[in-house]
């Protein structure tokens, strides 16, 4: 059974920076491309980044670049999310996922999610 555990969310002030961590398990780590997707409040999910295993090449919504970083750690089966500069519109709930090709972009596995809240 996969199992994606996110971590590392939290109150933070406009400004400031936090960095998620998703551990995963019952998968073969180095063979996965890894996503992080967000969710606003009583926003549909939006896709925020991915990275791919072949090369560790990142992906990112057009938005968040140059604030968000994505990066990973096979030896740790381990995927982060560093997070720059956030503002009140970064909150929400932010999951790591599995994903996967197949002419389209899906996910596979989806961790439980980890709530951001950014408010001073």
């Known amino acids: 059974e996969v199992q994606l555990q996110a971590s590392g969310g939290g109150l933070v002030q406009p400004g400031g920076s936090l960095r998620l961590s998703c551990e995963a398990s019952?998968?073969?780590?180095?063979?996965?491309?890894m996503s992080w997707i967000r969710q606003a409040p009583g926003k549909e999910l939006e896709w925020v980044t991915s990275?791919?295993?072949?090369?560790?090449?990142?992906y990112y919504a057009e938005s968040l670049k140059g604030r968000f970083t994505i990066s990973r750690d096979n030896a740790k089966n381990t995927v982060y999310l560093k997070m720059n500069n956030l503002k009140p519109e970064d909150t929400g709930v932010y999951y790591c996922a599995k994903e996967a090709y197949d002419g389209a972009y899906y996910y596979t596995s989806w961790g439980q999610g980890t709530l951001v809240t950014v408010s001073s």
């Open positions: 990275i791919n295993y072949v090369a560790g090449d990142s």
């Open positions: 019952g998968l073969t780590f180095d063979d996965s491309d």
